[in-house]
């Protein structure tokens, strides 16, 4: 599956030349139920997944891709206002998982009171978003942290075979020069020179795009 990464120009290079992506802790989402998409207003309950979204808070991160680049609200929100980068990597299909939309608050299935919450039921809690997220195109990785580096207070993932780097789209506002970041992409990165691109404002639809 090929999926799409935000972030800023800066963060970007240093993916691209250290070969690595920073994971995103769940307590660092900018969606505040993550983990919360129950309805309920049963207090132990309501309790239990707070506790439960802390310590899965301690044991894993998230790697939280696009299916799309051309959105421009993606790169308004996680890309600097469209100054930043986007990174496109080839990504193993079943280490993959959708997120699901929703309007409406999900039903508590099972007993989910302390550590007795079923697995389907937690799977659907990790990949569950309001339905005014849906923009994104959320396809998401979960990752063990203690399997991956630690630095500097953040955890990274290094590129592999399951997460390869194949494309490099620079936003319409990015000030770096195309040719500079072909010359680094193709010095540590097997993807040939037109995989590096740059972006702008499409002149008759709500789309950023190539040019």
């Known amino acids: 599956m090929r999926v799409f990464y935000f972030t800023d120009a800066t963060c970007a290079l240093s993916d691209i030349a250290l070969g690595r992506i920073k994971v995103s802790r769940i ?10 998409a129950v309805k309920t207003n049963d207090k132990e309950i309501r309790s239990s997944l707070i506790k439960l979204k802390i310590k899965i808070n301690e ?8 299916k799309s680049w051309e959105n421009p609200m993606l790169w308004s929100h ?16 079943s280490k993959v998982v959708p997120v699901g939309y929703i309007s ?22 990790m990949s569950t978003k309001f339905a005014h997220w ?10 063990k942290l203690d399997k991956i580096s630690f630095e500097s207070g953040m955890y990274f993932y290094d590129y592999d075979s399951d997460i390869m780097l194949f494309e490099v789209i620079l ?16 010095l540590l990165h097997d993807i040939p020179p037109e995989s590096v691109k740059k ?4 002149d008759k639809t709500f789309r950023v795009i190539e040019i």
Do not use: W
């Not at 996680?78 to 299909?93: A, E, M, P, Q, V």
């Open 27 to 36: 307590s660092e989402l900018n969606d505040p139920y993550e983990l919360m």
């Open 59 to 66: 044991t894993h991160g998230i790697l939280c891709f696009s």
């Open 78 to 93: 996680y890309s600097d206002k469209h100054k930043g980068i986007c990174l496109g990597f080839d990504i193993n299909d």
């Open 104 to 125: 409406h608050r999900l039903q508590p299935e099972g007993n989910i009171i302390g550590d007795k919450v079923t697995r389907k039921f937690f799977d659907k809690l």
């Open 134 to 143: 849906s923009y994104e195109e959320e396809v998401r990785l979960f990752i």
């Open 171 to 186: 936003g319409p506002n990015c000030r770096y020069p195309i040719g500079k970041i072909r010359k680094l992409v193709n």
């Open 199 to 202: 972006s702008r404002l499409a």
